[in-house]
Every structure is written in C-alpha cells, then in structure tokens.
C-alpha cells in the first residue's frame, strides 16, 4: 500500500453514461498524476496537477474528460458520454514536488 | 517514445539473483534512470533511481555503466511475489511525466 487510494476500484457502466472517478494522494504530496493503462501496454500519462493547478493535459485527454483538484487534496476524473474506447485502468499518481511518483491500486473501467 | 530498450521477458529460478537488462544508449546527462514494477492487476511500484552511481535499497540494487548508456536492476533474492512487468524509465528528475514502454515481464519460477 503506497498510501495512494483510488475509489471505485472497478465500474462497469453502459456506453453513453458519464462516470466519475477519485483519487486522495498521499497528504504531503503536492502533485498529482492521471494515467490510462490499456491490456498489455504501459500506463500513458493524461494529466497532472501541482497543488490546485492544472498544468499539462495529453493529447489522450478528450473534451470529454474533465480532472480536478479543487482544494490542491483529493482530485477527480470525470469521463462524460462514456465510449466502449475507454475502457482501460484509470491510475492516479502522486510525488512530493520532483521526487518519484507513488501509484494508487488504479479504477478499472469497463463500458459495454 | 519510450527512450529505453529492455527485452519483452526473462525467466528467474525462485531464491537467485534476478537481472534486469536496460539500454538507454540516447541518455542525456541530467537524465535518471527509474525502475517501476507492475503487478498484475496493481498500480506501478516504485522500486528505485540513481543518476550515476551505484544504487541500493531495501528492494533493489541498481547498476548504471561508466557510460551511462546502459543499466541493470538487481532483485537479490528473488521470490515468487517479484512476479511482475518491470519498467525502466529515463526522465529528468521533475519531469511531469514518466513514459513507460512496454516493460520486462519477469517470471519467477518455483
């Protein structure tokens, strides 16, 4: 356990639907971090944030994603109008300023 | 692009030291290397990190060439639970990313 926690570990929802996800980094830690992990392939970086700030969005992250850290803790990822592409691990990271990156257990999504 | 090269899968008898090849031949000097480990169905664990010299913890002991242009992750006594896919990553320390390649899937045999 790295003290990063992502809640729900699993959703299964219907093509169509928007799903939202949470992730509470470790207290002290200042960044944040989203990746995606498709099977059988490394995990891709979507977003990060430096306390509250948003500062770099992949070309991954579509107009139908949104992420948020509103008070620089806990931080969400919003998928809207979910589609069957989207199915992946959703990982969220966490690092004190430059140091390494600590990872939670992951959201695994599925969309029928 | 990952900037690393490691092969796509090694075997490991249980209790023996478990080397972990990687080529990072375009390194550039303020580049670290990182090694991650995924265990199936887990989030990627952190296992350690070094610049030039010579690392160690309580995981892991990682060894960079003179070079720098090549490096091996050492599990010294490897069991059955160091089952996993492990990546080595080279990014400037305070990056904003880390951008993983496909891995090495080590297997741990019995």
């Known amino acids: 356990d790295t003290g990063v926690s992502q809640d729900p570990r699993h959703k299964i929802t219907k093509r169509g639907q928007n799903v939202t996800f949470r992730c509470d980094p470790i207290s002290e830690h200042n960044r944040l971090y989203w990746y995606r992990q498709t099977l059988g392939q490394g995990p891709e970086f979507l977003t990060y944030f430096q306390n509250e700030a948003q500062l770099e969005k992949s070309r991954l992250l579509s107009d139908r994603f949104s992420a948020e850290r509103p008070k620089g803790s806990f931080s969400t990822l919003e998928i809207q109008r979910t589609e069957q592409g989207d199915s992946a691990m959703y990982l969220c990271a966490s690092s004190l300023g430059q140091g390494a990156q600590y990872f939670g257990p992951g959201t695994r999504l599925t969309v029928l | 692009d990952a900037k690393t090269t490691q092969p796509t899968s090694m075997d490991c008898a249980e209790g023996r030291a478990a080397n972990l090849p990687c080529n990072h031949s375009?390194?550039?000097?303020?580049?670290?290397v990182y090694w991650y480990r995924q265990i199936h169905s887990q989030g990627p664990q952190y296992i350690i990190h070094?610049?030039?010299n010579n690392e160690t913890n309580e995981m892991a002991s990682l060894i960079i060439t003179e070079d720098r242009k090549s490096s091996t992750l050492i599990l010294p006594h490897a069991t059955l639970r160091d089952t996993a896919v492990y990546y080595c990553i080279v990014r400037v320390e305070g990056d904003d990313k880390i951008i993983f390649g496909k891995g090495t899937r080590l297997h741990i045999l019995p």
């Open positions: 070094g610049l030039k």
């Open positions: 375009t390194i550039s000097g303020n580049e670290y």
